[in-house]
Structure formats: structure tokens, C-alpha cells
């Protein structure tokens, strides 16, 4: 037989299991992301509001069930205007706490890509295309860089369309709006390079430093110093590289058909369709190794379908993706 004393005690001891049950859930907001930020916070102020109810919802009921459990007749309960309006009203306050919660994490545009709330620094953003394939990930990145030295790099097929070459007699010569395998090179000096197009008395009458615009002149075997990389891209698969501390916009498709772009140790996940865009908007808060997942059934290798995000300061991420470019070039 238990008396008062013992009850309560025994509460308090199932009350603190209890909390001891959801405090992992709660404490794992470590935040790798804004967006695993907001939906921690948002899962977190549920909790919280989910704990007291349930603790006085269960508190009443096994109070009732072994205050009442001698009673012989049942009587039935008198109307209670005041009972039943307070519980209307609390029951409402509560709903309205969720709603109002759940839409400002929903509606955030680091939450709900495409949403119409404003975005915290609106330019400098970096764009990722993230493409599901089975059974990998392959990623694209462009490059804009400055000041891009490669000295020991030799670049074939240097095309100068519409150039301005100046003749700096042995310094190489300057280039403005050079085009490197497809790609833009706005300026930059090339070494040792050998010209073809431009005849050898347009070379010679050149003199020093001065210069001259042509077109479809091509300098093979060059290396290039301090050059200006302009929409040159880079790629990379099953390892997603992304800098830390600046805003990215994941642009997300599939080559065949539907792939779940799923990394949620950064709290990201968006679907691939094939033929369309969809988009997450986040900014990395740390530098860290996360894996990654394809989150939908996608056929006999889905298992398989892993990759890495590796988010990185933002110099090392523009190093590498500087020189992932230029090897390419190679
Ligand atoms: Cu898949």
C-alpha cells in the first residue's frame, strides 16, 4: 500500500527518467548549418512545450486511476463550464504556439528554398549543381579568380580571340580576353608561349610595350602568371566540396531519374528530378566532413549511393577549385 509520501516520491523518480529520456533529443542542436539550426531550435521548442503536457496529462491520469480505483459506483461528472473553457483556450494558446513556430522554420528561405522571405546577404552567394545519377553524385562549381599564377603550368592551345597583345620583349606578353579550352581568361602575362597567327613582321614592328588588338592568334605551349579566370567551371563526384561561412545555393537535378540529395549532418535534404531544379539555400557555420546520402529508392545500387560533403574555408575551397581549373587545362 502506498501512502501520500511514497507517491510522490515515486513520481518525481519517473518525472526525472522521463526527463532524462528526451534530454538527447533536445541537446543534440549543434548546429553545422543555419538551416540544422533553425530545425533543431524548432524541434526543441516543441519539446519543451510537448514535456509539461504530457507530465500533467499522465500526472492526472494515474492520480485519478489510484484515487478512484476502491470506489463501487461510478458517478458521472457534473457539467464544469469553467473546466471545459480553460482547457479550450489552453488547448488553443498551445495550437497557436506550434503554428506560429512551425511556419517561421517552414517559411525560411534556408528551410523552404524559393520562399519570399528576405535572406541575410542577399549577393555573394555561391552556387553548386548537385546532379543525381545512378548510382553517384556529381557536382559542378564555376570559377571566377583573380590573380591566378601557374608558372610551371603549360597551356595548350591558347586561343586569343580579339586579343590585345603587348610586346614586352622576353617579360611574355599580356593578354586581355583570352580564351583557354573553351574557357574566358579576362587578362594575364603568357610565357614562352610560340604565336601563331600573328606573322612574324607584325611581331617584330612591334614595339616594346605597345599594343596591338588581333584576332584568332594562337599561342601554344604557354604558362600563365597573374591571370584573371572568368566563368570557367570545375566539377567534381561522390565528394562535394563547400566553403564555410558564406551563403550557398545548392542547385539540385538528376540525370535519370528521381534521387534524394540527403546530407543530414548539416540538416539538408532536397529531391532530384530529372528535367527540373530544385534548390537549398544554406551557410555552413564550420568546417567539417559529412556524409552523404541518396534518400530515395533509386534501384538495386540506392544502397551505394554515398558521397561526401566537405565543407572548407572559404581560401582553401577557392584554392581548390582554382586549382582543379587549371589542372584541368592541362
Ligand atoms: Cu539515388
Not at 189 to 207: I, P
Not at 254 to 261: E, I, Q, R, T, V
Request: proline letters at 2%.
Amino acid at each position: 500500500m502506498l501512502n501520500r509520501k511514497r507517491a510522490g516520491l515515486l513520481g518525481l523518480f519517473g518525472l526525472g527518467l522521463f526527463l532524462a529520456a528526451v534530454e538527447p533529443a533536445t541537446a543534440q542542436s549543434t548546429e553545422s548549418t543555419i538551416t540544422e539550426g533553425l530545425i533543431w531550435g524548432l524541434n526543441e521548442k516543441l519539446v519543451y512545450a510537448a514535456v509539461p503536457i504530457t507530465v500533467l496529462v499522465e500526472g492526472i491520469l494515474i492520480y485519478t486511476v489510484w484515487k478512484f480505483s476502491k470506489n463501487d459506483e461510478a458517478k458521472p461528472t457534473q457539467e464544469n463550464r469553467r473546466l471545459e473553457i480553460t482547457w479550450t483556450i489552453a488547448t488553443a494558446i498551445i495550437l497557436l504556439f506550434v503554428g506560429v513556430a512551425t511556419y517561421q522554420v517552414l517559411g525560411s528561405p534556408y528551410v523552404s528554398a524559393g520562399s519570399q522571405q528576405a535572406i541575410e546577404e542577399p549577393g555573394n552567394v555561391e552556387e553548386i549543381e548537385v546532379y543525381g545519377q545512378k548510382y553517384v553524385w556529381n557536382f559542378e562549381y564555376s570559377v571566377d579568380a583573380e590573380g591566378v599564377t601557374a608558372s610551371d603550368l603549360t597551356l595548350e592551345n591558347v586561343t586569343l580571340d580579339e586579343a590585345t597583345v603587348t610586346n614586352t620583349s622576353g617579360d611574355g606578353i599580356q593578354v586581355e580576353d583570352a580564351e583557354v579550352s573553351g574557357e574566358k581568361i579576362e587578362s594575364g602575362t603568357l610565357f614562352n608561349g610560340v604565336v601563331t597567327g600573328l606573322d612574324n613582321e607584325t611581331r617584330d614592328s612591334l614595339t616594346e610595350n605597345e599594343t596591338e588588338t588581333f584576332s584568332d592568334v594562337t599561342v601554344e605551349s604557354a604558362t600563365i602568371s597573374d591571370a584573371t579566370i572568368q566563368n570557367g567551371t570545375v566539377s567534381s563526384s561522390e565528394t562535394m566540396k563547400m566553403p564555410a561561412n558564406r551563403e550557398v545555393t545548392l542547385n539540385i537535378t538528376s540525370n535519370d531519374w528521381l534521387h534524394s540529395f540527403h546530407a543530414p549532418g548539416l540538416g539538408l535534404k532536397q529531391d532530384a528530378f530529372p528535367g527540373e531544379w530544385n534548390q537549398i539555400r544554406t551557410k555552413a557555420t564550420e568546417t567539417g566532413e559529412h556524409q552523404l546520402y541518396c534518400a530515395e529508392y533509386c534501384g538495386s545500387g540506392h544502397s551505394d549511393m554515398l558521397g561526401q560533403v566537405e565543407v572548407v574555408s572559404q581560401e582553401e575551397y577557392r584554392e581548390w577549385k582554382v586549382d582543379t581549373w587549371l589542372e584541368d587545362q592541362q
